[in-house]
């Protein structure tokens, strides 16, 4: 038995550490062949006297415990994972082939672009891929995530301005955005302004209106927006920024409900990142890896990042030198490449025929999700969504249950919960967001489980509120757990020597 020093709490399969048996190993080596060498005359005070106080284990203990570890998290090769803006969609195993690829996975950073002709090539084709895709004029890959997509953005924003002489401090931010548009605004020395959508959801021309002024720099929006609707004013408010001499920034976390059917370039966004790990399929959660290129109009291309990738007349790739105006480089390298390899394979596997198909999908499947679960559940905005829906815990409240418990009994059901209290402005959201990879059989499984809960939540309100009862751990300080992790084991200290 062991205390997990995070939860306090007590659990029962016995973690690595605590295992093994001295002298137990699980490499068989011949004997050298050469005498054994003093490592203390090699090595000096280097040298370690004493062993560490490691287990020592076979190979199947190891494997066991890497096996167990990874079948106490939750993944979307397991279940469904409808976490709302996430995109938890299925990502497919060709992927990983082409990314594991020795002439992808193993090439240095360093090596001679001669000697990468491919690896640009790729990058080069996937520049293109993803312009057209939006309607920009550019595309730079070199952003790790998508909050750094937005923060390279708004300085290309920022360099623009200032190439003008001109200096607005204001970036518009409607109430339902992700906490990472008014950081990376923030981070630029700009000042994030909040304005409120209402109860429609979506953001009003003439409330917004009242926002605009000669101190704009930008507006940042997400299309479709964080509870899942298609902002249809979309043309007007960029005419409106735009009129006033700022620019559109657009939020593309929620691609996947575009692609293929409309452009950000076409609807008046200027500058835009992609997330490559929710779009175009990149295993992701847990804080990484991402990708967040960020694609734009001409009028932004002299303050691009560095590192793009040209092709000359004779068909060879290099990266371009940087103009004068560039913001430069951002990060070390050239983005998280397996990424780029990932999210190319998923576009040329699909041709724009499939992307089409996936976001119809994603909004369809979606939809079916808002129509069935309404019959239980209180929607939060009436009509068609897009790619995701929002519920809330409305007709709970007198049960004393939660959001959170709901969550929680979820995986009771084997399904992760969706995303909840985001966005902020709705009180217990549940952003459900299915993509296009489930099967009808299983939304109708989710819809049913969640009709269960309902019910419980109604006839036995306990069982929800001290759920979840199947996991290997209950309810964390999710706080101190996000916070302050404990990582790291500490092996026990030897009881102290009174003589030493
Ligand atoms: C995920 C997300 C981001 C941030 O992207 P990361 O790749 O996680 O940095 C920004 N905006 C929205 C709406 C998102 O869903």
Redesign the pocket.
């Known amino acids: 038995m062991t205390q997990s020093a995070a939860s306090g709490l007590t659990f029962k399969s016995p973690l690595l550490f605590e295992q093994g048996h001295a002298g137990r190993s699980g490499a068989s080596l011949p004997e050298a062949g050469v005498p054994a060498a003093d490592p203390a005359a090699l090595f000096g005070d280097l040298y370690r006297a004493g062993g560490t106080p490691l287990p020592e284990l076979s190979e199947p203990e190891v494997f066991r415990h890497y096996v167990r570890l990874s079948q106490q998290n939750f993944s979307v090769d397991t279940g469904m994972y409808p976490l709302g ?2 995109t938890m969609k299925y990502n497919p195993k060709v992927n990983e082939w082409a990314a594991r690829l020795p002439g992808f996975a193993r090439i240095h950073p360093w090596a001679p672009e001669s000697s990468v002709q491919g690896a640009l090539a790729l990058m080069w084709h996937l520049e293109r891929a993803l312009a057209e895709i939006c309607g920009m004029d550019g595309v730079s890959l070199h952003p790790a ?3 750094q997509g ?1 923060m390279a953005g708004l300085m290309m924003i920022h360099a623009y301005h200032r190439a003008q002489g001109r200096s607005p401090k204001k970036v518009l931010i409607p109430d339902t955005a ?1 906490g ?2 008014p950081a990376s605004t923030a981070l630029n020395g700009l000042t994030p302004v909040a304005f409120p959508v209402g109860d429609s959801g979506v953001v009003d021309p003439e409330v917004f209106a009242a926002s605009v002024d000669d101190d704009v720099a930008a507006l940042m929006l ?1 299309n479709p927006n ?1 509870v899942g609707l298609f902002e249809r004013h979309l043309p007007k408010l960029a005419a409106m920024v735009h009129d006033k001499g700022g620019l559109v920034f657009g ?1 593309g ?2 691609l996947n409900a575009l692609m293929g059917r409309a452009r950000p370039g076409d609807l008046g966004i200027d500058v835009m990142q992609f ?1 490559l ?2 779009t175009f399929t990149t295993p992701h959660g847990g804080g990484g890896p ?1 990708a ?1 290129p960020v694609g734009y109009k001409a009028l932004l291309a002299p303050y691009a990042p560095a590192g793009d990738v040209v092709k000359s007349e004779d068909g060879r790739f290099s990266f371009a030198t940087p103009g004068p105006g560039s913001i430069g480089r951002l990060r070390a390298f050239h983005a998280n490449f397996g990424m780029l390899v990932r999210a190319y394979a998923y576009i040329r596997e699909l041709g724009a025929e499939g992307l089409k198909l996936s976001t119809d999908l994603a909004v369809l499947n979606a939809n079916y999700l808002r129509v069935c679960l309404g019959e239980t559940w209180h929607e939060t905005f009436e009509g068609p969504c897009m790619h995701e829906v929002v519920i809330d815990d409305h007709h709970l409240h007198d049960q004393h249950v939660s959001t959170l418990d709901v969550a929680k009994r979820l995986m009771d059901y084997g399904f992760h919960p969706p995303t909840i209290y985001f966005p902020l402005v709705v009180h217990g959201a549940m952003l459900v967001e299915p993509t296009e990879s489930e099967s009808k059989q299983t939304l109708d499984e989710f819809v049913e489980v969640m009709a269960t809960i309902s019910r419980e939540a109604m006839e036995d309100p306990e069982q929800v509120r001290s759920a979840p009862h199947v996991t290997r751990l209950g309810r964390l300080d999710e706080t101190r757990a996000a916070r302050k992790p404990v990582l790291r084991w500490t092996p026990p200290q030897p009881a102290s020597d009174p003589e030493g």
Do not use: L, M, Y
């Open positions: 803006s996430c995530a998508g909050a937005e992700h990472t548009n997400t964080t939020d976390a929620n997330n790990h929710k991402g967040g």
